[in-house]
Each structure stands twice: as structure tokens, then as C-alpha cells.
């Protein structure tokens, strides 16, 4: 199983030290270096910026937003950073939920399953560079022909030859269709909450998915590529304080994020068993009482999705994680001790 370095997406302000983390990561044998998007920094500039002084390095996307961009703009985005980077580039995309979907960027969200598999082939066509670029729709016609065309649009092939045709290309996914499409379609996955307690629920899905004609891959060279927060810590008190401050990020994800009536994430926790407690975590988040709602996540669910303790113990945790299929483990170090420490820990 491989590391890799999570950047995730800014907050208020840009981020710092994050040379240096780059740096200590390339430097430890990290296999990956990951960015995100939410809805304020975009997920392909800081990749191409930190991503320019490494040279061994993969530089993905987890994820960038398909509403966001049409398809050949993603494309487009991703041919030429693979140009840039020698062949490093990994496309991690996702559909998001309808209030950034809708509330953002301005475009509807229904049918997200087709949107996907749709996006997915244009841009894939786009890399082969085989013939002009076409696409019936219903989501995105190649050459427009709706309302307010002008009718003079043309089918057209990039002027740039991708260097590969076959940029890999994973996706976030979290529902039982959504997880075996992506199975079928892509070539890795990018699950939001896969622990190895919920992993059994996730099997049957990926196994559809592997199982349609036509899949892009088979389970043997599929990668999932599961995020969690791994911290080496040496004492108990130290591994107390670090998963009282995971907790208010379950909390947001589990109550805030999303609509009452539409929340993925929850759905998510749901599945996993927390139905007892998420319920009431989003009554209260969504009231302003976020302290409450925090004070609700039991301990079990934060060792279940990540990985604080000794030595001794991550290491056994890494290999249970492993174990039940995950090919890489995005992790989000703050320092470039603790980007150093887990590789050691980890050789």
C-alpha cells in the first residue's frame, strides 16, 4: 500500500509550509501528492504550483468538481499538466452535492450517475485524440446545438497530443450505484469514508461493477484510495487530545455538510451503523449547536476511520487497511516531522 500526501482544499487563507511538507514527502518515498476543491481554491493551480519542484511525486486531484468545468476543459487541465509533469497526473473527479452543484457553480445536479459516466467518455476521447470530438448529450452536446446556439459549432480534436491516452482516472463515489459505476468506468475509486469496518459493505458494489461488460478493470488492478488521519503519538493523553480534534470534522461532515433533506455524507454514516446518533448530530448542527453535536461522536467511529496511536499499533491498523483493499492511504500531515515519522514508521 502507498502514501499520499492530502492538501485538501484552503480555508479562509492559503496555506503554509506547504514547500516544505512537498518536499519531506518526496523525500520519505510518499508515492502521491493530492489537492482538492470545495468552494473557494480550485484544485489545479496549487497542484501545478507545489507539484513543480517534485519530480518522482504523482500529482492528483481529490477531487475536482464535474459541474465546475465542462469536460474538455478537465481534459484539457489534465493534458497539459501531464505534459508538464512527465506523465505524473492522476484525475480524481466528483460530482459534489446540489447546494455547492446548484448554489455555486449555477448548474443542475439531477441524474448524477449519467453526468458522470457521460463526463467521463468525453474526456477520455478528448486523451485519445482518435477523431473530432463529439457527444449526443443529454448533459453536454459536442457541438451545442440548444438554445442560443449560433450554429456554427464544430467538431474539433485537441491541438495538443496528450502524452498518455490514459491518464488515470478515479472517482469519488459513496452510493451502492455511484461505487459500482465507478467500478465499471474508472480506473480507481476515492471513497470518503471507506474503514475497515465498512469495507464488507462496499465489496458487493465494487464486485457488480468489476462484473459488467465492458469494465475498464478488474479488482486485480483497481486502486482505492481511502483517506484518513494517520498521527504516531506517544502517550495516551497525547492520542486523547489528537481524537478530540478529529471529532468536530466528523461532526460537520455528518450534520453540515449538505441539505437536511440531501446530505451524502450522512447517508454514508447511516450505512456504516451510526444511524442512532446522525440523525441528532445534524438536528443539532444545523441549529448552531456544534459543540453538542461534536460531544455526540463516540470514540469507536474515530479509531474506525483513522489511525492515531503508538508505533506499534499503526503499523497493525496500516495492515488492516490493506488488507481489505486499499491500494493507497491519503493522509493529511500538517508538518514535515509528522510526514517524516510516518514513513519511518511505515518502511
Request: aromatic fraction near 8%; hydrophobic fraction near 40%; charged fraction near 25%.
Given at each position: ?208 461493477g468489476f462484473a459488467r461488460q ?80 461534536t460531544a455526540l461522536i463516540p ?49
Open positions: 500500500m502507498k502514501l499520499g500526501l492530502q492538501l485538501g482544499y484552503w480555508g479562509a487563507q492559503p496555506p503554509t509550509d506547504v514547500a516544505e511538507l512537498v518536499a519531506a514527502a518526496e523525500e520519505s518515498g510518499f508515492d502521491a501528492l493530492f489537492t482538492a476543491e470545495a468552494w473557494g481554491s480550485d484544485a489545479f493551480t496549487p497542484l501545478t504550483w507545489w507539484g513543480r519542484e517534485t519530480s518522482r511525486l504523482r500529482l492528483g486531484t481529490s477531487i475536482v468538481q464535474m459541474s465546475g468545468r465542462t469536460p474538455a476543459s478537465i481534459a484539457m487541465h489534465a493534458l497539459t499538466l501531464d505534459h508538464l509533469s512527465g506523465g505524473r497526473v492522476v484525475l480524481g473527479m466528483g460530482v459534489s452535492g446540489p447546494q455547492v452543484v446548484e448554489g455555486w457553480y449555477g448548474q443542475p445536479f439531477s441524474k448524477p450517475l449519467a453526468r458522470t459516466r457521460e463526463v467521463v467518455e468525453i474526456i477520455r476521447k478528448v486523451l485519445a485524440r482518435e477523431a473530432p470530438v463529439t457527444n449526443a448529450g443529454p448533459h453536454h452536446q459536442m457541438p451545442y446545438d440548444g438554445p442560443g446556439s449560433v450554429g456554427l459549432g464544430k467538431p474539433l480534436k485537441s491541438i495538443v497530443h496528450p502524452l498518455r491516452a490514459d491518464i488515470p482516472i478515479w472517482l469519488g463515489a459513496e452510493g451502492p450505484k455511484n461505487v459500482a459505476q465507478t467500478a465499471e468506468i474508472a480506473d480507481g475509486w476515492i471513497p470518503l469514508f471507506y474503514t475497515p469496518k465498512s469495507a464488507e459493505m462496499y465489496q458487493p458494489w465494487l464486485d457488480e465492458g469494465a475498464r478493470r478488474s479488482r486485480a488492478d483497481f486502486e482505492i484510495a481511502a483517506s484518513c488521519h494517520l498521527q504516531v503519538t506517544s502517550s495516551e493523553e497525547e492520542r486523547r487530545a489528537v481524537i478530540d480534534a478529529i471529532k468536530p470534522t466528523i461532526a460537520l461532515y455528518m450534520g453540515g455538510m449538505g441539505a437536511k433533506e440531501q446530505n451524502f455524507h450522512k447517508a454514508v454514516f447511516d450505512r456504516m451503523g451510526h444511524e442512532a446518533i446522525s440523525g441528532k448530530v445534524q438536528e443539532l448542527f444545523l441549529a448552531g449547536k456544534r459543540d453538542e453535536a470514540d469507536d467511529l474515530v479509531d474506525d476511520m483513522h489511525i492515531v496511536g503508538s508505533a506499534a499499533y499503526v503499523k497493525e491498523r496500516v495492515a488492516e487497511w490493506e488488507s481489505t483493499g486499499v491500494t493507497e492511504l491519503l493522509l493529511s500531515c500538517r508538518t514535515t516531522s509528522e510526514v517524516r515519522g510516518v514513513a519511518e514508521v511505515l518502511a
